[in-house]
């Protein structure tokens, strides 16, 4: 019988009839590395914990639910969610395609490997029509897609460029990061696989660093599988209880991230020292009409710019509701400066192209009260104003 009720609910309810031998509400953790077979050539199912373990299987599960997928692998970050990926489906010699204005350390890991010679990167503008013509006639095999992007949040057309990058014979993954399946599920709008850092908005809580790749077809969760045991990428136990604990509040906390997201993203773009605001929930902001038709929230995270370093410091001594701090997705607000944090992986010329300036800097916005939030970055800014 399908399953009637709504994601979210499945989020909060997941595992919870899992203890047949306790009845247990709250699902067990298996820490066992190993385990026995009942006879010789009859498997437990279960047979070592770096190739599958309950606890990471019932998390997995939940995740490959909520995006849609057939199944997942849990992996120990969201960069070994991404390794795994690459080694599964990017073929020695072939033409691998990013974002060029992707998370740094997915640009530091794509950039080495394609250095080692393990195959050729191509680093294109999703949001430009002339960047991707001169892509797709050269054959990529796999196309990595991050919407919105770090840390600019623009807006990429998914189906239609799952729909040319298929065509051209890719692969194609999506990095579902920034805002979860709550609010986007790109296997709905034609993805072959979902990347997750589960150390975001998924775990919540800024206390795990987790990653997951979720697979259309059972075909691509066996490769995904097979290549996660291969390299032993797969995450543990524990962490694994700890997100799926997370993942219970998934939808009261998106709902709290993005009320609070308009709420600054409104202050920032009517404040004198603000010299621009990227947020796809501000109706003039470029990518506002194509968010509105493939998410179904605009998110937690933003960027703004300041005129240079000097206001963007001025604007970060002082502020006592944002901790300055790298990451996203927890419960608590964080703001950052991607030049020398997040994004410092890529040299100047490459963030310059990527159009990350000097005096940007990115919000992660927490769940506290809009109130003490708006006065303290308004504080903030006041400051940055001030020379
Ligand atoms: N993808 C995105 C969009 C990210 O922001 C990050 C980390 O910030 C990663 C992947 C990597 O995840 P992790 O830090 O869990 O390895």
Redesign the pocket.
Known sequence: MPDRRTRITRATRAGLAWDQQHHAVVPPIYLSTTYAWPKPGESPGHEYSRSSNPTRSLLADTIADLEGGAGAEITA????A?TTMVAAFAPAGSLVAIPHD??G??WRLFTALAGKGQFELASVDFTDQASMAALWPRKPALVLL?SPS?PLLRITDLPTVIDAAHAAGAVVAV?N??LSPALQRPIELGADIV?H????FLNGHSDV???AAVGATQEIVEELRWWANCLGTPGGALDSYLTLRGLRTLGVRMKAHCTNAQALAELLAQHPAVTATHYPGLPDDPGHDLARQQQDGFGGMLSFELADLAAAKRCLTGLTCFSLA???GGVESLICHPATM?HAAMPPEVQAAAGISDGMLRIAVGIEEIDDLVGDLRAGLDRARRS
Do not use: Q
Request: glycine fraction near 16%; hydrophobic fraction near 25%.
């Open positions: 970050s969201g960069m070994a991404l992707c998370y350390g997915t991050e770090n990095d990061t920034f990347i850092s589960t150390t975001k660093v987790g990653g790298e990451s996203l997040t």
